[in-house]
C-alpha cells in the first residue's frame, strides 16, 4: 500500500500544494471569504500561468512514494493540516524521536503495511506526524511506531501548537569514557602495544557509546532502509572486520558527538519560535465580582474577565481598554519600534508590555486564541510546509543515496577482481564512501534556513504564511496596492478651510457655521469638516430646521437665517457657482480632494477640502520598493484625479482609479508573467479577489484580526508599509543561506567523495564530511535569526 500525502501542485509559487510529504492543497470551492469584514483573501489560487505539472506528476516526486491522487481538504489556514473524510479520524503524535528525514522515510515505509491508515503530513521541526487513518487503527498505528524503538504521543484535538521539546538527557560521562577508551585505544596502535589491548579498548568504546546506533541501524535495515545509523553501522562493523579497531572506535565516538552537537543545533531552530511564547505572563490581576483583585493563572482567563495592568507589566491576554491609559510596547507582535498610546476602547494584545501607566482592560480572547497564541500557531504550520528549494532538495537526495551506495558496492568488488586492488584497501575506500553517502546535510540545510528565517519575519511584525512566500518574494517584480487604509490612513481630515465672499460684520463665522451644519449630517466629507473645528476648541452652534438634501449636502438654520452646506452640484442648483467658484473647485480636485462650500442662498460664504491623507511612511516605502526593483500600481474605486494626485505625492509608478472589485482582478492578471511574480496589498473585502489571484497576498493591520492572520499570505501585523521591504529583503537574504547551504553541503561531499575514491579518506574523515557539513549548514541557517535586513 502506498500512503497518499496531499495532493501536491508543485510549481505554484502561492503556495497552495506548496510541501513535499506534508504540505498542502486547497480546493477553490472550498473556501469563501465573501461575507469576512477584514481583510479576508480567498485561497484556491488559479495560478494557470504557472505551468504546474499534474497531480499525480508531482506526487510522484516526492521523497520517492507514489502518493495516489487522493484529494485531502485542509483548514482555510493555508496550513499542512490533513482533514478526516467520512469514516476516517485525524490523529496528531508527537514522535520526540523524529528528528530528519531519515525517520520520515522508516515511519512512512512502516505505515505503508499498516491497515487503515489513508494519509500522513510530518512536520519534522516540530516533531508531530498527522495521520488519517480508519476508526480503530489508532492503536495499530502506535505500535508500529513503537516497533521502530520510537515513543509516539498524542496530541489532543486542537491543541494549541508548543514548540517541540529539546532533546532528552544525555550521559555524557558515558560519551566522555567512550572517548577515553578510543584515544587509548589509537595509543595503544600506535605505540605498537598488544592487539588485544588495542581491541578491547577500542570494543569498550564501541559499546560504550555505539549500541543505540547498531540498534538504530539494525532497525533501518530490518526496515529496508539505509539511513545514517545503518550506513555507519556497517562502516564500523566492516573496519573491525578488516582489523581496523581503532578507528572504528574513533569513527563511532566521533559520529555520536556530532549527532549530539547537531541535534542540540536543531533544537534552537526548532525552538526559535519559543521565545515568543515565553513572552506571556504566567499571572493576571483578575477582578472579583465582589470587586477584590486577586492574582490568578493567565491561562484562567476567559473573554468578559477584566484585568488591571501595572506599570512595567506584560499584558496577559488580547483585550479591550475598559479603563485608564498608558503606552504600550507592541513590538512582540506588531514589530513597531515605538511604544503606542493606548486609552479606553483601544485594543491590547497579549505578551505586549505596559509603560508608566496603569489601565484595566477586558479579555475579549481566551489564553489559546489571542493574536499571540496564532502567530505561534501559523508560523508552526508553516515550518511543516516545504518550500521550493526544499522540494528539489528531497527529490535529488531520493536518486543521490542510492547512487553513492551502489558506487561504494562497485569500489569494494570491482578495483580487486579487474585490476588485483588489495581487498583489504577496497573495502576500507567503499565504506568511507558510505558513511559520506548520508545526504543529511544537504536535507536538514533548507528546513533549518527557511525556520529560521520564518522566525526573523515573525520578530519583525510579518507574519509570512509559509517558506514559499519566503522564497518567492525575493522575485516580485510588480505589487498593487490599494489606497484607502494602505497608502493612506482611511480616514478623511479637513485639508483646506477659507472664507470666500463672507460680509466683514457677520454675527458669527462662516467656518462656525459650516462646522455646526456638518456636525449634524452622518457624511464622511460633514464629519471632517465638524471634527476639525471641534479638535481647534470651537463650540459649536445650535441648527435648528436641519434638513438633509440627497446627494447635494445639508441645509438648516443658525440665527434665523437659512444655509445650505454642500458640493458642486448644490451650489449650481442655488445659482451662486461663479467661474472663480469653479476654478476653484477644479484645482482641489485635481489635488484628489473632496470640497464644499457653505451659502446662505445668495453668495458663497466659505469653502472647505476634505482629504483622505497619505500616511507619513508611504513615500518611504515605495522608494524602498523601487530600490529594490519593484514596480508600484496603485488600485482604487476612488476617481482617477484622486488617484493621481495620491501616486503622485507616494511615487507611485502606475495609478488606475474607479476600480471595481473585478477590475483590480483584471489589472493583477495583466501583470502576471511566469518569470516574474505579482503581489497585492490591501486591507478590505473589495480587495480579496485581486488578493487571491495575485502570487503573494498581503494583508495590513492583522494584529488581532483573526481572518487576517489566517488568510493571508504574508500579514503584516502593523500598518506600516515599510514592512513590505524588510520582508523582501529577508526574502534575498534567505536566498542567499539556502544557495551557500546547498554548496557547502554538495561541496564538502564531492571533496571527500573525491578523496575516498582515490584512497586518501580516512573513516574518520568521513565522518567530519558528514555532520561536520550538517553542523555548518545548521549554524549558517541559524544567522538569519541575528539578521536585521529592515527597511528603515
Request: hydrophobic letters at 45%; a negative charge.
Amino acid at each position: 500500500m502506498s500512503l497518499p500525502t496531499v495532493k501536491q501542485h508543485e510549481n505554484l509559487p502561492s503556495g497552495h500544494g506548496d510541501s513535499c510529504c506534508g504540505g498542502h492543497a486547497h480546493d477553490p470551492k472550498e473556501h469563501d471569504h465573501s461575507e469576512h469584514a477584514g481583510p479576508a483573501h480567498e485561497h484556491g489560487h488559479d495560478h494557470s500561468h504557472d505551468h504546474a505539472p499534474a497531480p499525480a506528476q508531482a506526487a510522484a516526486a516526492c521523497c520517492g512514494h507514489d502518493h495516489a491522487a487522493q484529494d485531502f481538504r485542509l483548514s482555510g489556514a493555508g496550513a499542512a493540516t490533513l482533514a478526516a473524510g467520512p469514516g476516517q479520524v485525524l490523529a496528531r503524535l508527537r514522535i520526540g524521536q523524529m528528528d530528519c528525514p531519515t525517520e520520515e522515510t522508516l515511519i512512512r515505509k512502516k505505515l505503508d503495511g499498516v491497515d487503515g491508515v489513508h494519509a500522513l503530513d510530518f512536520n519534522l521541526m516540530q516533531r508531530v506526524l498527522t495521520v488519517v487513518h480508519a476508526e480503530g487503527a489508532l492503536d495499530r498505528i502506535i505500535a508500529a511506531i513503537k516497533s521502530l524503538d520510537m515513543t509516539p504521543e498524542p496530541l489532543a484535538d486542537g491543541a494549541p501548537g508548543t514548540p517541540a521539546p529539546a532533546a532528552k538527557a544525555v550521559n555524557w560521562w558515558l560519551i566522555g569514557g567512550a572517548g577515553v577508551l578510543a584515544a587509548l585505544s589509537e595509543i595503544s596502535h600506535f605505540t605498537g602495544g598488544p592487539l588485544a589491548l588495542t581491541a578491547a579498548l577500542a570494543a569498550a568504546a564501541i559499546l560504550a557509546c555505539g549500541v543505540s546506533t547498531y540498534r538504530k541501524g539494525w532497525i533501518a535495515v530490518r526496515n529496508g532502509n539505509l539511513n545514517i545509523n545503518a550506513l555507519m553501522s556497517i562502516a564500523v562493523t566492516g573496519a573491525v572486520l578488516i582489523g581496523q579497531w581503532p578507528e572504528a572506535a574513533m569513527v563511532m565516538f566521533l559520529f555520536n558527538v556530532a549527532e549530539l552537537i547537531e541535534a542540540r543545533s536543531l533544537d534552537r531552530a526548532r525552538n526559535a519560535i519559543r521565545g515568543l511564547l515565553d513572552l506571556a505572563p504566567e499571572t493576571a490581576t483578575l477582578r472579583q465580582a465582589d470587586g477584590n483583585w486577586i492574582d490568578v493563572p493567565a491561562a484562567s482567563l476567559q473573554p468578559g474577565d477584566i484585568v488591571r495592568v501595572r506599570p512595567g507589566e506584560r499584558i496577559a491576554a488580547d483585550g479591550i481598554i475598559v479603563s485608564g491609559s498608558s503606552a504600550v510596547d507592541q513590538s512582540p507582535i506588531t514589530g513597531e519600534s515605538l511604544p503606542v498610546e493606548k486609552a479606553q476602547d483601544d485594543p491590547v494584545f497579549a505578551a505586549t508590555v505596559n509603560a508608566a501607566g496603569s489601565f484595566e482592560y477586558r479579555v475579549t480572547a481566551a489564553a489559546g486564541n489571542t493574536t499571540l497564541a496564532r502567530i505561534i500557531h501559523a508560523v508552526e504550520q508553516a515550518q511543516g510546509a516545504r518550500a521550493p528549494t526544499q522540494r528539489f532538495i528531497d527529490r535529488f537526495s531520493r536518486i543521490y543515496t542510492p547512487a553513492v551506495v551502489g558506487v561504494a558496492l562497485l569500489v569494494a568488488v570491482v578495483p580487486p577482481l579487474l585490476w588485483g586492488q588489495p581487498w583489504f584497501d577496497a573495502i576500507y575506500r567503499a565504506l568511507a564512501l558510505l558513511i559520506i553517502a548520508c545526504p543529511c546535510a544537504l536535507v536538514i540545510s533548507t528546513p533549518v534556513s527557511i525556520v529560521s528565517g520564518l522566525t526573523a519575519a515573525s520578530r519583525r511584525g510579518i507574519l509570512v504564511k509559509g517558506g514559499v512566500y519566503l522564497e518567492e518574494g525575493r522575485n516580485l517584480k510588480w505589487l498593487a496596492l490599494d489606497k484607502t487604509g494602505t497608502l493612506t490612513h482611511g480616514k478623511p481630515v479637513q485639508t483646506d478651510l477659507q472664507d470666500w465672499d463672507a460680509p466683514e460684520q457677520a454675527r458669527q463665522p462662516a467656518a462656525l457655521i459650516a462646522a455646526s451644519l456638518a456636525a449634524r449630517s452622518d457624511h464622511p466629507v460633514s464629519l471632517a469638516v465638524a471634527n476639525a473645528a471641534r479638535e481647534a476648541g470651537h463650540a459649536l452652534l445650535e441648527v435648528q430646521a436641519f434638513t438633509a438634501l440627497p446627494g447635494r449636502g445639508v441645509s438648516g438654520q443658525v440665527d434665523g437665517v437659512t444655509y445650505q452646506l454642500g458640493n458642486r452640484r448644490l451650489m449650481r442648483e442655488l445659482g451662486v457657482a461663479s467661474d472663480r467658484l469653479e476654478a476653484r473647485l477644479d484645482e482641489l480636485e485635481r489635488q484628489g480632494k473632496s470640497a464644499i462650500a457653505l451659502t446662505d442662498g445668495s453668495r458663497v460664504l466659505a469653502l472647505a477640502a476634505v482629504a483622505d491623507t497619505v500616511k507619513p511612511t508611504s513615500a518611504a516605502a515605495i522608494a524602498d520598493l523601487h530600490a529594490l526593483g519593484v514596480r508600484t500600481l496603485m488600485l482604487t474605486g476612488d476617481n482617477t484625479p484622486t488617484a493621481q494626485s495620491i501616486a503622485r505625492q507616494v511615487g507611485i509608478d502606475e495609478a488606475r482609479g474607479d476600480q471595481l472589485p473585478e477590475d483590480k482582478l483584471a489589472a493583477i492578471e495583466s501583470k502576471l508573467a511566469p518569470d516574474a511574480r505579482v503581489g497585492m496589498v490591501g486591507d478590505g473585502i473589495n480587495d480579496a479577489p485581486a488578493l487571491a489571484r495575485a502570487d503573494i497576498g498581503f494583508a495590513m493591520g492583522a494584529a488581532g484580526t483573526g481572518t487576517a492572520i489566517e488568510t493571508a499570505d504574508v500579514a503584516l501585523m502593523d500598518d506600516d508599509l515599510r514592512k513590505i521591504g524588510t520582508f523582501l529583503r529577508l526574502s534575498h537574504a534567505t536566498h542567499r543561506v539556502l544557495i551557500q547551504n546547498i554548496v557547502l553541503a554538495l561541496g564538502i561531499k564531492a571533496v571527500f567523495l573525491a578523496l575516498a575514491m582515490t584512497g586518501n579518506a580516512t573513516l574518520w574523515m568521513a565522518v567530519f564530511a558528514d555532520v561536520g557539513a550538517s553542523l555548518l549548514v545548521v549554524a549558517n541557517g541559524l544567522r538569519l535569526l541575528r539578521a536585521a535586513p529592515a527597511s528603515h
